[in-house]
């Protein structure tokens, strides 16, 4: 981690600085509480067009500005009553306090293994935000 940004403040002065002003988001659950929060979106992985044939998965990732990582993974799926009928989406998120607690979600949600989505967006939140530049591939 770099010796720079060891402060949520410091994290949301380089997100003020380099992301610009911060907005409201809002994150819709399915079976759940929305999220609302003041951040930065730093990731979006989307899948591309709509499927009738497998489901596509979205992955994004936020910036909050209390010092929240947070993630939402949004599966949109073919409808069985047919591919004229709307797919079905469903979406979850989740705000954590430490980096590490978001990638062990995206394991859990992949059954242990990172979608190539997940694995994408993961990458790309640790090269926007500089205290988790080391943090993009296992150090050995």
């Known amino acids: 981690m770099s010796e720079k940004y060891e402060t949520t403040a410091d ?33 979006t992985v989307d899948d591309g067009p709509l499927r009738n044939d497998r489901p596509t998965v979205d992955v994004s990732t936020f910036y909050s500005v209390k010092g929240s990582y947070i993630v939402e993974i949004t599966r949109h799926m073919p409808n069985r009553e047919g591919p004229e009928k709307p797919h079905i989406v469903k ?3 989740e705000a954590f306090t430490a980096p590490q607690q978001l990638l062990a979600w995206l394991r859990e949600d992949g059954r242990g293994w990172l979608g190539e989505n997940s694995k994408i967006a993961w990458e790309e939140f640790c090269k926007k935000l500089p205290w988790l530049n080391e943090s993009n591939a296992i150090r050995v």
Request: proline fraction near 0%; hydrophobic fraction near 35%.
């Open 11 to 43: 994290r949301v002065g380089y997100c003020r600085a380099h992301l610009g002003a911060s907005t409201q988001i809002r994150l819709e659950r399915s079976g759940d509480l929305d999220l609302v929060f003041e951040g930065w979106e730093i990731s």
């Open 91 to 93: 979406s979850k998120a």
